[in-house]
């Protein structure tokens, strides 16, 4: 993970209008540059004109050290002129982005030339990181040459994977001339799989460096791109004919030969001479017979002016689509509580548009088994187009289903992101489910943190010519979370199988509770990935799991075992007698009983025999119950602590432990308050919630004090107070204090071991001072690690003064907080040892925060003294009244806990003494101090 540069207010010379700086001429586009290059790289600019840069000197917007993730909103102005030349790489007008910048509404004008070696962009050098880059209404019409590669009218290259990128309505005139490896678009789009180029036309000439006929980009992988127009036919580009500018032609076809749209061009005087974005110019209209689609009808004449003129068919919609020109009809799906709802096969194919081209996010749930017979299908969620929503399958069948042999990601759903959840569906035996690699019942492949499989089962057979083929889950890059599903399926693919899922992504990714009868597969028995530990599993050959028999399977044991040993809150199902197997699903009395003498855990007591059936038979000893845990099998009394208005008040360690067990067992969504200090001398505690089911509740510490914390787990991942939270989780009010040690493996951290999810999550009036240790990366203070690109974690009023220690990638605050976390009224005074002091993520946007060894511009260096003499303090408190308090009357530092100390002042004077070092408030040293308050020697001093 790469360390983000941080955000914050400064002060230059730039007005800002809703916080964008405003540019009007050369000067004032220098000085933006410079702002963001010093730092504040989340800056926002808006030209108020036309730029003229002759004569001017120009670096880039952004370097590697500050990447630009602002957005650039041109207003449709032209910058021309700009002549740059350098022996460096990573140039262009925007020489270094990152994923949220956003860039728009801007021309490069055609007496512009950029020229350098390698990574040179007419617009922008390179883009390196995550998340998106856009670029939006950008033309560019002058040279760009390289000596190098990734030389590119566009973007020179994408970096590392990088962001994903997403180009709208854009265009160059420009030429290109390049060492190798070069493309009008970008010399190379990375490896994540998302790119977006709709709407794009192109009349400049590669000169050199092509790279074979690769005009337009280099690496195809996962890019969806419309209405592309070219010189030539490369790479799928329509051909722009002699005329199609000047004459409208051009203008109506970016519009997908509809009228309306973006692209507009003024056909008569003042005439435009090409297609523009430019929106007081006017719409071109077709004139003559149209079909549906807007072509011209065979025969027909047809013209382009700024007046409609045309005769066009109406659409003819059958089985959700045009028969004309494949329209997808918005309709033909209807909603219930935001879910599309799917009855038929057709509307199943409807909805697999509706996510691989429209919206990923869509909700889909079946009312109906669904029967394929003789549909072409194209699974759920394609490159660029991933699945991200919630489809409830509802206990219903797929049947007949057949996909294709020759493509990847072959499964119900072909790829998905974080935020997705996949349950209560069946994949029948009568399909058939055929690929090459990523081949699956359910889900092909997963490319995003977070996703959920649940309640799932998958009865055909896989059949993949490469490598990942599984029942549920092919190949998942990230953090997924698979739960109460099974195959009954053979698994046939090259190499690197299993029974559920053939590769789970992230050592935080979770399986339990799931079966597999699949033997022989060329692989693992259940999964692949040997850090991930399963959860309460089984499988046939006993390879990963426990192992099971058809027996079991048929009598109603490997269904009770599922169920964690007990017939109460059951996910599994299963009429004993009739159903050969269990299935994760609802049948009426179709719940299984273990029938005998069973322990409280549900075990069966030494010596007794025990049957199976759908009534209950059993004699099952009482919980003992000492603290509200039994004493056996650790189950929660959800009695113990009777909630009020919905919070549990906590008064002992004891009480935090049972909170725990609620959560990891019960309902990871539960509140709860401190009502006194928690002293945990004597107590095994291993931390709240896990990563099947990661913490989403509020706890209030209400500024109590934990002390004698030692959560010893050098062995395991996501390790503190709270091992795991999630989006909705609300952490606030309580110290952690220097008696208190936590040790993992990696992702660990006082308060918070690891954070997944999709969504936000607040933190706020949290303080440590114990001593976070970590045997490989990310320890931090209060967070260990963020691996969620798409959760955003707000940090306010907190703090580190502990020590804190990785392998690698420790930080103050967080050894990663992810991307675009926001610190307010923060500071770390703690030592790190091997990482960044302060903390580390992906653009941290701070305010008022402060650290005595990082030396970014929006966070200068603090002297250490300045946190024991109130300097801090009082920065602190002036922002948040009522929060802070000083441990101390003297050296004390900042803290959240009331000890009614709140100034640090101890003397006065009237002269400033001779030999005495003296410090603004702002911890500057001041050379000749007149009137006003300074600190000296630990103490703050009034000079008159």
């Given at each position: 993970m790469?360390?983000g540069?941080?955000?914050g ?6 007005d800002k209008?809703?916080?964008a ?7 004032q586009?220098?000085?933006f ?14 030209l108020t004109a ?5 004569g001017v000197s ?6 590697t ?6 957005t650039?909103?041109g207003q449709?102005?032209t910058?021309?002129?700009?002549k740059?030349?350098?022996p ?5 007008i ?7 910048c956003v860039i ?7 007496d512009n030339e950029?020229?350098?070696?390698s990574?040179?962009?007419?617009i922008i050098g390179c883009?390196?990181g995550?998340g998106?880059v ?5 033309g560019?019409?002058?040279y760009v ?10 973007i020179?290259?994408v970096?590392n994977g ?8 854009c265009?160059n005139?420009g030429n290109?001339?390049?060492g190798?490896?070069?493309a ?14 709709r ?7 590669m000169?050199?460096g ?5 005009s ?6 996962g890019i969806?791109?419309?209405r592309?127009?070219?010189?030539y036919?490369?790479q799928?580009?329509?051909?722009i ?9 051009l203008?109506?076809?970016l ?11 003024n056909?008569s005087d ?8 430019l929106p007081?110019?006017l719409?071109v209209?077709?004139?003559?017979e149209?079909?549906?689609d ?6 027909s004449?047809?013209?382009y002016?700024n ?13 959700g689509f045009?028969t ?7 309709d033909?799906?209807?909603?219930e509580?935001?879910?599309?709802v ?8 409807w909805?697999?548009?509706?996510v691989?081209?429209v919206n990923?996010?869509a909700?889909?749930?079946l009312?109906a088994d ?5 549909k072409a299908?194209?699974?759920?969620g ?7 929503g ?11 289903l ?7 990601n072959q499964?119900l ?6 935020g ?9 035996a009568?399909c058939?489910?055929q690929?090459?690699?990523f081949?699956?019942?359910?889900l092909?492949h ?7 499989v ?5 009865e055909a ?8 083929a599984?029942g549920?889950v ?8 698979i ?5 009954l399926?053979?698994?046939n ?5 299993a029974?559920?899922c053939?590769?789970?992504g992230?050592?935080n990714?979770t399986?339990k ?5 699949a033997t ?5 028995g ?5 850090e991930?530990?399963g ?7 006993g ?5 099971f028999?058809v027996e079991m399977m048929?009598s109603?044991e490997l269904?009770y075992l ?5 017939s109460?809150n ?6 004993v007698?009739?159903d050969?197997?269990?299935?994760p699903?609802f049948?009426d009395?179709g719940?299984?009983y273990?029938?005998g003498a069973?322990?409280?855990?549900g075990?069966p ?12 038979g ?9 603290n ?9 009394d959800?009695?113990y602590i009777k909630?009020e208005?919905?919070?549990y008040?906590?008064?002992s360690?004891s009480?935090?432990?049972w909170f725990?067990?609620?959560?990891n067992?019960?309902?990871a969504g ?6 006194n200090?928690i ?13 099947a089911?990661p913490?989403?509740g509020?706890?209030d510490g209400q500024?109590?004090?934990?002390s004698n914390l030692i ?7 996501n390790?503190g ?5 999630t989006?909705g ?6 110290t ?9 493996k ?7 071991g690891h954070?997944s999810?999709n969504g ?5 009036q949290?303080?440590n001072?114990?001593m976070?240790t970590t045997?490989?990366q990310?320890a ?5 690690c ?10 306010l009023?907190c703090?580190?003064?502990g020590?804190?220690?990785?392998g690698?990638e420790?930080?103050?605050l967080?050894?990663?907080l992810?991307?675009d976390a926001i610190t307010?009224n ?5 030592v790190?040892t ?13 305010t ?16 250490m003294?300045?946190f024991?003499?109130d300097?801090v303090?009082?920065?602190l408190?002036e922002?948040?009244p009522?929060i802070?308090f ?6 004390g530092?900042p803290v959240?806990?009331d ?6 002042i ?7 003494e001779?030999?005495n ?5 702002q911890?500057?040293k ?9 600190i000296?020697?630990?103490h703050?001093v009034v000079?008159?």
């Open positions: 790469a360390i540069w941080l955000s207010t400064q002060a230059f010379a730039l209008v809703d916080g700086y405003q540019i009007a001429n050369a000067d586009l220098v000085e540059a410079t702002i963001v290059n010093n730092g504040e790289n989340d800056a926002n600019g808006v036309d730029i003229d840069m002759t120009w670096t880039p917007i952004g370097h050290d500050s990447r630009y993730v602002g650039f909103d449709y102005h910058i021309n002129n700009l740059y030349e350098s460096e790489e990573r140039i262009g925007f020489g270094v982005v990152n994923g949220g728009k509404n801007l021309i490069s004008g055609p950029i020229r350098g070696t990574k040179v962009g007419g883009s390196d995550s998106w856009t670029l939006e209404n950008v560019q019409e002058g040459y390289g000596t190098g590669n990734n030389v590119c009218a566009i020179g290259v970096m990088g962001p994903a990128t997403r180009i709208t309505n265009y005139m290109v001339s390049g190798g490896e070069s009008i678009i970008s010399g190379w789009f990375g490896g994540h799989g998302s790119v977006e180029v709407g794009f036309w192109n009349t400049g000439v000169e050199s092509q790279d074979g006929s690769n337009l980009w280099r690496n195809s992988t969806t791109a419309e592309i127009f070219h010189l036919a490369d799928g580009a329509s051909v004919e002699e005329g199609d500018l000047a004459s409208g032609k203008a109506f076809g519009n997908d030969n509809q009228d309306a749209g973006f692209w507009r061009q056909l003042p005439k435009d001479l090409h297609p523009v974005f007081d110019h719409l209209y077709a004139n003559g149209l079909s549906c807007g072509s011209a009808k065979e025969g004449a047809v013209t002016s007046t409609e003129g045309s005769v066009r068919d109406e659409h003819h919609f059958t089985a045009c004309g020109c494949g329209l997808m009809q918005d033909f799906c209807q909603m509580d935001g879910f599309y799917i009855d038929d096969g057709d509307k199943l194919n909805f697999a548009y509706m691989n081209n990923g996010a909700n889909g749930k009312t669904i029967d394929m017979t003789g299908f194209t699974p759920i394609q490159d660029a187009h991933d699945f991200m919630h489809f409830d399958g509802i206990g219903h069948r797929i049947l007949n057949v996909t294709n042999a020759d493509r990847n499964a759903f072909g790829q998905a992101v974080g997705a959840v996949i349950e209560n569906i069946i994949i029948d009568s058939v489910i690929g090459t690699a081949t699956a019942g359910i092909g997963v490319w995003g943190d977070g996703v959920i649940r309640n799932c089962g998958n057979n896989i059949y993949g010519s490469a490598q990942n599984a549920i092919g190949c998942s890059e990230k953090e997924v979370h739960s109460d599903c099974y195959n399926g053979e698994i693919g090259s190499h690197e199988n029974g559920i053939a590769w789970m992230s050592n990714s399986i509770n799931c079966y597999s009868t022989g597969i060329n692989g693992a259940l999964w692949r990935k040997d991930v530990s959860e309460n599993v089984y499988q046939i050959e390879i990963q799991g426990e192992y028999t048929q109603g269904a599922l169920n964690g040993k007990q109460e059951v996910s599994w199902y299963q009429l007698g009739t050969n197997h269990p299935i699903l049948i009395g719940v299984v273990a029938n069973l322990d409280c855990a075990n007591k030494a010596g007794a025999e025990v049957s199976y059936s759908n009534t209950d059993a004699t099952r000893d009482d919980h003992k119950y000492e509200g845990l039994c004493t056996v099998c650790g189950t929660p959800t009695e909630a208005d919905g919070v008040a906590l008064a360690a009480d935090v432990v725990a067990a609620m959560v067992k019960v309902d539960i509140n709860a308050k401190l009502t200090n002293d945990f001398l004597g107590v095994d505690f291993k931390g709240i919630a896990t990563a089911a913490y989403s509020t706890f500024k109590h004090i934990i959560i010893d787990m050098p062995d395991d991942a390790v107070f709270f091992r795991e939270i989006a989780a609300h952490i606030m009010n309580m952690i204090d220097v008696t208190c040690v936590v040790t993992g990696n992702f660990a951290a006082s308060f918070i954070v999810g936000t999550a607040l933190l706020e949290l303080g001072e114990g976070v045997i490989d990310n931090g203070g209060i967070v260990g963020n691996t969620s690109g798409e959760l955003k974690l707000t940090l009023n703090y580190n003064a020590f804190i220690s990785s690698w420790a930080g103050g967080s050894g990663w992810g991307n307010t923060c500071y770390n005074m703690g790190v091997n990482g960044e002091s302060y903390a580390r993520g992906n653009n941290i946007q701070i008022n925060c402060f650290d005595p060894v990082t030396d970014w511009p929006a966070l200068p260096v603090t002297p003294e300045n024991t003499n300097v303090y009082n920065l408190a922002a948040a009522g802070w000083l441990s101390a009357e003297t050296n530092h959240l806990y000890t009614g100390i709140v100034s640090g101890s003397q006065m004077a009237v002269q400033p001779k030999g070092v003296y410090y603004d408030l911890g500057r001041v050379s000749h101090p007149s009137k006003g308050i300074y000296t020697n630990g703050k000079i008159k």
